[in-house]
């Protein structure tokens, strides 16, 4: 017999909250999930609207479509911790650097600015804090290209995951991937992944730097898959 990870009671309520903020900014569908940042097994994991499983071929396409594992999406500002944790890991920067993030970038025809502008020198901590695109756009080109293609590849986000489940996406990712495509991912547009990929980055980014594979078995007590290092443990602690 196999034992499944999702808990009846995190399911429960994660479908709830996820058709509350669907009803509320009168949403046509949401995605979410619950992840042991220790192992990678899925506690819950909801895309809505969802179906009768008895009567699935009664309920539109749009229904039976899984935006949670198969969906990719430019899911923006949540990579700069990914940004962040690169250039720390790999010593471009450390949290006493800042950049200068006083006017938007201007790259041919594409111009990079921040939502809510702070107009000046920004430390690095205060690039997450005040969620800076031009921050965060400086910050990868001094990690560069080769080296962030290479942490976002330890992260996941380059990749199909394994997940048992055969409604699966395949991320989107630039190519050629020149400069502005450098800085533009930095802040989460222009590559697509799935919101498991992201739930297993994030995973890596805290725990203490291991990338595990997503999971929907329940493992033994103890057990932890195994992983691959993204950061080290200093930079994810």
Known sequence: A????????VQHALRDELGAAMAKFSAVGAAGLVMNANTGEVLGLASLPDFDPNHPGASP???????????????????????????????????SGSYDASKPIRVSRFTIRDDHPKKRRLSVPEILIYSSNIGAAKMALDVGGKTQRAYLGRFGMLRRPALELPEVGAPLSPSPWRDINTMTVAFGHGLAVSPV?????????VNGG??????????????????VRAIGERTSG
């Open 197 to 205: 990929q992201l739930t297993s980055g994030f995973a890596a980014a």
């Open 2 to 9: 196999i034992s499944l990870s999702i808990d009846l009671k």
């Open 210 to 227: 291991l990338l595990l594979p997503a999971t929907l078995i329940r493992h033994q007590p103890g057990q932890r898959g195994l992983g």
């Open 61 to 95: 396409v749009t229904s039976r479509f899984n935006r949670t594992s198969l969906g990719v999406y430019e899911l923006g500002s949540v990579f700069k911790v990914f940004t962040l944790a690169m250039a720390l890991d790999s010593g471009t920067t450390n949290l």
